[in-house]
C-alpha cells in the first residue's frame, strides 16, 4: 500500500458517527454555517453503536401521570448511590426538548391509536416514559440524523477511516505525564482503510463519539466496531478515565448455540410489556432476588440469571411470552421475532433461551457537565463517556438521551470558545513505516479470542480476588506480545483494535481490583457489602 501522507485542516474534528457525534455536529452546523466539520467512522455511515439500541428512549412525556422527580429518583436508584445528583437533573430536565429537536429533523417513534406517543416501560422505570420506533428505536434516530446531516453543506462525513491516535504534546517531542498541567489535543492521526494512508487531520477541537467497547467480552450485544478505540486513545494521551468496573450485562440476550456476533438482543421493553422470567421447567424464579420480579434493574436481573445458570448447570434461563397477545407482540417487536423464528424459536409457542451479555459501558472518559475531557480542546459525548448520569449501573433508556443532552451541551460551549482556538502547527506526519495487512493474522485473531476468554471468565458478572489476579496477569502477557507486534510491524486496523481492547480489558481489571465493595455493576464475592462512604475509580 501507498505512503505517501496527507494533512487535511478543519475547524472541528468529530470520531465517530453515531447519535452523540452526528447531533453535536448538526446543531453546530446549523448555527455556525461558516465552520468546518469533519466526521469520521471507521465503517459506513449508518454503523454505529446507536443503530443497536433497540429499546427506545426514556424521557418525561406524559407529565399528568409522570415527572422530573420520578425519573430522577429512578436514575439515581439504579445508579447505585453514585450519580452525580447535578448530571442526572440536567439529563431528566433537558432530555425531552432535545426528543423534540430529533422528531423535528425527521424521527419516529410508534404512536397508539388515538395518536399520542406509545409509551412503553422498562425495568427500573416507573412509569410509562420510553419511546420508541418498533423494536429498532436506535436505527431509526441513526436513519434520521443522517438524512438531517446531509442537508447541512459544512458537515463532511469520511467513512472508513479508522483513527490511530490523538495527537497531543506527545507527537512534538515533549515528555508528557499525566501530571502535565495542560495536555492539549491538536486533533488525529487516522488510517484511510480504502488507500492504506495515515492521514494528519488538524483540528480546533475535537469531539470523541466512538461507542463502547463490548468487544472485550466473549458475548456481546455490541457491533464488531465497538473496541473502545476512543477511551484508549484518551487513556493513552494521559486524560482521564473514571469507573471503568461498571460494565452492564444486558440480562437478556438470545442463546443461540451456533454463536452470533454481536449477540442478538431481547429488549428489555419485552419484559415491560409482560414476557416473564422462567427456567427451563417453567418456574419463575425473579421473586428470591427483587420484590419487582422481572422489572428489577438489570444487574440484578443479569446476577439472578447468571446464579440460577450456575445453581442448575444449564447455559441459558427462558423468557416466556407464550400468554401475550400475538398480534401487538408482532406490532412492537417484528425484529425479535423474526429472529427467533429464524432459529426455530415461536415465542407465541415457546419460551426465549436468554443469557446475559456485555452491553453498555457506565465507565468512560472523564467528562464534566459540557462534555470537556481533562484535555484541552477534547470533548467526548455518549458511551465513550462517564458523566456520572448512569453511576454504578445504567437505568434503561437513558443512554441515546444523554448522548442528545451532552450534544447539546458541546455545541454550546464549543461555540463560545472556538473562536479564540487556532490551528496549532508544526504536527509532524505519521512517524510509522505505513500499514500493511498483517502477514500472519493468526497473531491477533488468537490473541483476541485469548482476550474474550480472560475476560468473560474472570471480570465478568460476579467477581473475586483471585479471578481479577488471573486476569490481570494473563493481560500482561497479552499486552507485552502485542506491544511488540505493534512495534516491529506496520499496522493495521485489527491490530490496532486488539491494542485498544487489551487497554480496555486493563482499565477495567485494574478498576474492579481497587474497588473493595460491591456496588451496582460490580460484585465481587470477597466484599459483598457497600462502603458506607463512594467513590469513584479513575485511572
Not at 439500541?53 to 439515581?76: M, N, P, R
Not at 441459558?316 to 425479535?336: G, Q, S, V, W
Not at 495487512?437 to 483471585?466: A, C, F, W
Not at 494473563?474 to 485489527?494: G, V
Amino acid at each position: 500500500m501507498s505512503n505517501i501522507l496527507k494533512m487535511v485542516e478543519t475547524d472541528i474534528l468529530i470520531l465517530g458517527a453515531g447519535i452523540g457525534g452526528l447531533t453535536t455536529a448538526i446543531k453546530i452546523a446549523e448555527k455556525r454555517p461558516d465552520l468546518n466539520i469533519t466526521v469520521l467512522t471507521k465503517t459506513v455511515e449508518n454503523e454505529s453503536n446507536t443503530r443497536y439500541a433497540q429499546g427506545g428512549v426514556a424521557a418525561v412525556w406524559d407529565e399528568a401521570k409522570d415527572s422530573f422527580d420520578k425519573h430522577i429518583e429512578d436514575t439515581l436508584d439504579a445508579g447505585d448511590g453514585l450519580c452525580n445528583r447535578e448530571a442526572v437533573e440536567i439529563v431528566v430536565k433537558e432530555g425531552p426538548e432535545r426528543v423534540r429537536e430529533i422528531i423535528d429533523w425527521g424521527t419516529r417513534f410508534d404512536k397508539n391509536k388515538s395518536e399520542s406517543y406509545d409509551l412503553g416501560r422498562e425495568g427500573g422505570h416507573s412509569e410509562n416514559r420510553i419511546l420508541h420506533y418498533k423494536d429498532l428505536t436506535g436505527w431509526e434516530i441513526q436513519r434520521a440524523l443522517i438524512a438531517k446531516s446531509e442537508t447541512l453543506s459544512n458537515i463532511h462525513l469520511l467513512e472508513h477511516y479508522f483513527v490511530v491516535d490523538l495527537i497531543t504534546q506527545h507527537h512534538l517531542g515533549y515528555n508528557v505525564t499525566r501530571l502535565t498541567p495542560a495536555i492539549e489535543c491538536y486533533g488525529a492521526y487516522a488510517l484511510n482503510k480504502e488507500s492504506g494512508v495515515i492521514e494528519t487531520f488538524l483540528s480546533k477541537i475535537t469531539v470523541v463519539a466512538t461507542g463502547g467497547a463490548g468487544q472485550v467480552y466473549r458475548s456481546t450485544t455490541n457491533p464488531v466496531i465497538a473496541s473502545g478505540d476512543g477511551i484508549s486513545m484518551v487513556y493513552r494521551a494521559k486524560g482521564h478515565v473514571e469507573n471503568m468496573e461498571f460494565v452492564q450485562f444486558h440480562p437478556t440476550s438470545l442463546y443461540n448455540p451456533a454463536g452470533d456476533n454481536p449477540s442478538f438482543l431481547i429488549s428489555e421493553a419485552v419484559r415491560g410489556f409482560g414476557g416473564i422470567l422462567k427456567n427451563r421447567d417453567g418456574k419463575e424464579f425473579m421473586h428470591k432476588y427483587d420484590e419487582r420480579l422481572s422489572l428489577a434493574p438489570r444487574d440484578i436481573v443479569a446476577r439472578a440469571i447468571d446464579n440460577e445458570m450456575k445453581i442448575s448447570g444449564e447455559e441459558c434461563m427462558f423468557l416466556d411470552c407464550r400468554h401475550l397477545d400475538k398480534e401487538a407482540f408482532l406490532a412492537h417487536f417484528p425484529t425479535i421475532y423474526e429472529k427467533c423464528i429464524s432459529i426455530g424459536i415461536d415465542p407465541m409457542k415457546d419460551m426465549i433461551p436468554v443469557v446475559p451479555a456485555c452491553h453498555y459501558m457506565c465507565g468512560g472518559i472523564r467528562v464534566d457537565l459540557a462534555g470537556r475531557s481533562t484535555i484541552r480542546h477534547l470533548y467526548a459525548v455518549g458511551e465513550c463517556t462517564c458523566t456520572g448520569l448512569h453511576g454504578a449501573n445504567r437505568l434503561a433508556s437513558n443512554s441515546l438521551l444523554e448522548a442528545m443532552v451532552f450534544a447539546d451541551r458541546i455545541q454550546l460551549d464549543v461555540l463560545e470558545k472556538i473562536d479564540g482556538v487556532a490551528l496549532k502547527t508544526g504536527i509532524p506526519d505519521w512517524n510509522a513505516g505505513g500499514t500493511t495487512d498483517p502477514k500472519e493474522m493468526v497473531l491477533i485473531t488468537q490473541s483476541l479470542k485469548e482476550l474474550k476468554e480472560i475476560m468473560s471468565s474472570y471480570v465478568g458478572i460476579v467477581r473475586s480476588n483471585v479471578r481479577l489476579q488471573r486476569a490481570t496477569d494473563r493481560l500482561w502477557l497479552l499486552y507485552k506480545e502485542t506491544e511488540d507486534l505493534y512495534s516491529a510491524t506496520t499496522i493495521s486496523p485489527q491490530l490496532c483494535e486488539l491494542r485498544n481492547l487489551i487497554t480496555i480489558a486493563y482499565l477495567i481489571t485494574r478498576s474492579a481490583s481497587m474497588r473493595h465493595e460491591s456496588r451496582g455493576l460490580h460484585f465481587t464475592t470477597d466484599y459483598p457489602e457497600k462502603f458506607d462512604f463512594l467513590q469513584d475509580s479513575i485511572l
